[in-house]
């Protein structure tokens, strides 16, 4: 059964860094897209950022250029996001997701994680 576990989140200071972590099992995570997104409360859920299955293809949502990185470890069946200047307006859930195997990061997202909590405050 294909699974996604977030980790990584926290309360952090503004200006502070966090590393996110998503952790897949049950299938092997080369073949697969895999995007970041985030839901604050009272609002929609946003797209923050994807990556290609090869690691070679990466996009991000504005409100996070220049301060977040997405990146992969195929061999641990892993992809992180390093978040750097954070703001009280990244305060969010942040959940992992993937499309169907193969597919792009611009298609619907079939695999959800449960999301980790994230918290920037003072």
């Known amino acids: 059964q294909l699974q996604l576990v977030e980790s990584g989140g926290g309360l952090v200071q503004p200006g502070g860094s966090l590393r996110l972590s998503c952790a897949a099992s049950?299938?092997?995570?080369?073949?697969?897209?895999i995007a970041w997104f985030r839901q604050a409360p009272g609002k929609e859920r946003e797209r923050v950022s994807c990556i290609s299955g090869s690691g070679l293809h990466s996009n991000y949502a504005d409100f996070v250029k220049g301060r977040f990185t997405i990146s992969r470890d195929n061999a641990a069946n892993t992809v992180y996001l390093q978040m750097n200047s954070l703001k009280p307006e990244d305060t969010a859930v942040y959940y992992c997701a993937a499309p169907k195997s193969g597919m792009p990061c611009n298609t619907d997202m079939n695999y959800w994680g449960k999301g980790t909590l994230v918290t920037v405050s003072s």
């Open positions: 049950g299938f092997t995570l080369g073949y697969y897209a």
